[in-house]
């Protein structure tokens, strides 16, 4: 069946509101590189949307996969418990970044996993408020949305939201560009001290969801000197510092958790996204203590840390640690870094180049350097034609979540298709303006 015809099917079965970056149906995909039902290939800078890090259907995870559906699918973890469930959370817990003894809890989605983490905090430490960020991304079911610090396309028209939670500015803590430490933690200390000046008491925050690298908010770096301030001023107030990791995690960052990037130690990780290669699954870990503050009955799910999904993400954290995939992040990283650099240097609409480990971004930028998510969209059209597969983050942000699989000559392709692509707008605007 053609490209259009599903693309029709797609239009009269299934509402507007699940968005698809691209009128592309995927038949196959292995490694970096995916292939449409008109058979056309592309080399995928979204991996699923930073599930992919070990790349599309690696053989280990897929043999994995193979072996556990043998055995058994699905039995619910409350009915009958499986040991993939138990491993996993072992290995989670020994990895995470937290200091331990550490214990783990499996849900389905990224969102979940944030639900969950505020559930526990706020058991744990008998406190209600939750801190989030602005531009901050935490998944789309209600408490995910209230935590979430974008109105568009996210919040807008499906108030009212889950109360107690608290926004801190975005840019003291995230904003790009050389900064000085003493600056940075002023400003931070700033506006910390703004939020318990006028919205919630310190003693009444249960925690502060963060995330290390702003994903959807525009792939910004948590600025080192902010980590410290945020992290001081947690423990100073018995508050729970939560790193979501939901898409830095799993090597994307130059290191299995972009925590261990800085000097951080959270009490609690949410992670989702890469952990089982493809399949859902989210997981939550955090100290033993307050991990054990809910009562029995109170955190769970029907599916929650599948069979499958297990011995998926078994696999997949052998392949990060055989493939050096963490390493391999950060030397993606700076060959996009230096691609990236020069592409601001040629073209006026690219700016901002940023990033930590292959987590990286660069802003598409119109007139005055405004944000420019029509012109962005054109590039990605561009690229699309020329075999690569790319998406933005709020709206503008040219972003890469490439497998971290993917070849040396795969991403020397890719980013030069993305040079064309840049000049291909570049001439199309010179038309226009003549
Ligand atoms: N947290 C972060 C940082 C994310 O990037 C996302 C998804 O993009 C989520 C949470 C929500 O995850 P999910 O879409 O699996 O619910």
């Not at 908010?217 to 948590?222: C, M």
Request: aromatic residues 8%.
């Amino acid at each position: 069946m053609s490209q259009q015809d599903l693309l029709d099917r797609r239009e009269k079965a299934i509402p507007r509101g699940p968005f698809n970056i691209a009128p592309l149906f995927a038949s196959r995909a292995e490694g970096a590189r995916l292939w449409d039902t008109d058979g056309k290939e592309y080399i995928d800078f979204c991996g699923g949307i930073g599930v992919l890090n070990v790349g599309h259907n690696h053989p280990d995870v897929v043999a994995a996969i193979k072996r556990q559906a043998d055995l058994l699918i699905h039995s619910s973890w409350h009915v009958a418990m499986y040991e993939p469930y138990v491993e996993l959370a072992e290995r989670l817990n020994d990895l995470v970044p937290v200091p331990g003894p550490n214990k783990t809890v499996f849900f389905n989605s990224g969102a979940e996993a944030g639900e969950n983490a505020a559930k526990i905090c706020r058991v744990a430490t008998g406190r209600q408020a939750l801190v989030a960020f602005e531009r901050g991304f935490h998944g789309r079911t209600l408490l995910g949305m209230s935590l979430t610090g974008k109105v568009n396309p996210y919040t807008a028209g499906f108030g009212p939201f889950a109360p107690e939670v608290y926004r801190l500015p975005w840019e003291p803590f995230f904003r790009f560009g050389e900064r000085a430490d003493e600056d940075v933690e002023r400003e931070c200390r700033e506006a910390l001290a703004h939020l318990f000046a006028y919205h919630i008491e310190p003693t009444g925050i249960a925690c502060v969801m963060v995330e290390p690298v702003l994903g959807e908010g525009g792939f910004l770096p948590l600025h080192p000197a902010a980590a410290r301030v945020l992290q001081q001023t947690c423990r100073e107030h018995g508050i729970m510092y939560i790193s979501d990791e939901v898409q830095s995690g799993f090597g994307r960052c130059g290191a299995l958790f972009a925590t261990q990037r800085y000097d951080l130690q959270p009490d609690m990780v949410m992670m989702a996204k890469s952990l089982a290669g493809g399949l859902p699954l989210s997981a939550v870990t955090g100290r033993a203590e307050l991990m054990d503050a809910p009562q029995v009955g109170g955190i769970g799910g029907t599916f929650g840390g599948n069979p499958l999904a297990c011995a998926a993400a078994l696999a997949v954290l052998d392949v990060i640690e055989r493939e050096g995939l963490s390493q391999r992040a950060e030397a993606i990283g700076e060959v996009v870094a230096g691609r990236f650099e020069q592409l601001a240097q040629d073209y006026d609409f690219l700016a901002q180049p940023r990033g930590l480990g292959a987590m990286r971004g660069i802003d598409v930028v119109g007139r005055e350097g405004k944000a420019d998510a029509a012109l962005a969209g054109r590039l990605l059209v561009e690229a699309r034609e020329r075999g690569l597969l790319m998406m933005t983050a709020s709206g503008n942000t040219i972003r890469t979540l490439m497998p971290l699989v993917i070849s040396d000559d795969e991403l020397q392709r890719a980013l030069s298709a993305l040079e064309q692509s840049a000049a291909a707008v570049a001439a199309a605007i010179l038309q226009e303006v003549s």
